[in-house]
């Protein structure tokens, strides 16, 4: 039984508020969602005669959008959600506005993600105090080191009520601005994806996918793309241009194992402890994920020892390839345990609800 049906009191109304790089105006986020496909990219693309540039907006946008349907499918036994919104930089004194009229008995939340808010750099100081004014609340999931490279930061941080953030520690003139009582979670980013979205394929085909990113091919990425294709032949399978599509993810459950290369580059301190959030949604999908250390990375260790992935040392060739075997070998029971254990613990729904109702 929850705490608020321990208490007898009626679960509490909260409406999410999620800024969008690729909204405008403020609009209901199922119907974003429904226009997103056919959404026009031609006028944030530099130069829409470069296909390479345009397909990289439709994978971002396409990116985004799930972060929109994550947070508009958010369900906490203690809290009613009700229908999320969307809004981008012409859409926020919308939300201002709207809020002029918030019911007594609702509880509003902004949320941005990654380095969104600097899309609003200079209104922080006078939307800050104004956010407060009318009781809305700021929840802020920052994924690489933006306490260090977001400028508005420090604006920023007087005026949120929760920061999960991917860099330790945060910078001390950031984190000495964040007021008394906000919420602090140090966590990289995890699966964008509705928990449980995607069925559980009881028998997929025995093979390995190597999930690549905008980084391309590296030399590092080429020896290893070179390795698995010659260890496991007609069972390896490649992506290395860009991260797959959005659309395209759920079919990658026909086979049993990804590779999740090294992903972010772990150059500083304070990203030392992160790792790309491929192993995350790999496991969502049912797959086993296989994850390289890199050479500072220590994020997904806890997730290793609990089998709920299997890791090997940054640029050990033999190491990757007995980690994928062992992958292969997995048995159905233990690939099950992996993708509940993803979809319960490891999307950005369920990281960000436990916040939400602690502080609603």
């Not at 990116?63 to 203690?78: I, K, V, Y």
């Not at 999931?141 to 999960?164: G, K």
């Not at 590296?218 to 698995?228: S, V």
Request: charged share 20%.
């Amino acid at each position: 039984m929850s705490a608020g049906a321990d208490r007898g009191s009626a679960p509490r109304r909260v409406r999410v508020f999620h800024y969008c790089s690729w909204a405008e105006r403020l609009e209901d986020a199922q119907v974003f969602l429904q226009r997103l496909p056919q959404l026009d990219l031609s006028k944030r693309v530099a130069d829409t005669n470069d296909l390479g540039m345009v397909r990289m907006a439709r994978l971002d946008c396409d990116w985004h959008g799930e972060n929109a349907r994550a947070f508009a499918a958010l369900t906490h036994p203690d809290l009613v959600f009700l229908p999320a919104q969307v809004f981008g930089a012409l859409g926020v004194i919308e939300v201002v506005q709207a809020a002029q009229k918030k019911p007594a008995d609702e509880v509003w939340w902004m949320i941005f993600m990654g380095q969104q808010p600097q899309g609003l750099a200079n209104a922080w100081p006078k939307l800050g105090p104004m956010l407060k004014r009318h009781g809305i609340r700021l929840l802020y999931y920052a994924f690489d080191e933006a306490s260090r490279t977001m400028p508005c930061f420090n604006d920023l941080a007087p005026w949120l009520d929760v920061l999960i953030h991917d860099e330790s520690p945060l910078a001390e003139a950031g984190a000495s601005r964040l007021k008394p009582g906000c919420r602090l979670e140090h966590r990289s980013w995890v699966a964008n994806l509705v928990p449980f979205a995607v069925p559980f394929n009881e028998a997929p085909e025995p093979g390995v996918l190597f999930l690549g990113s905008k980084l391309g091919l590296t030399a590092h990425r080429q020896r290893q793309i070179d390795f698995l294709q010659t260890r496991f032949k007609d069972r390896f399978h490649a992506i290395h241009d860009h991260s797959l599509s959005v659309a395209d993810r759920a079919s990658v459950n026909r086979w049993s194992v990804s590779v999740c290369p090294e992903g972010r580059k772990f150059a500083t301190p304070a990203m030392a402890a992160t790792h790309t959030d491929r192993p995350f949604w790999s496991g969502c999908l049912g797959l086993v994920p296989v994850s390289e250390d890199s050479q500072l990375g220590g994020r997904l260790e806890s997730l290793h020892r609990a089998r709920h992935l299997i890791r090997y040392p940054h640029g050990d060739l033999k190491a990757l390839g007995e980690a994928c075997e062992r992958a292969l070998e997995v048995p159905v029971e233990v690939r099950r345990q992996i993708y509940t254990h993803y979809n319960q613990h490891e999307t950005v729904g369920q990281v960000v609800t436990p916040h939400l109702a602690a502080s609603a």
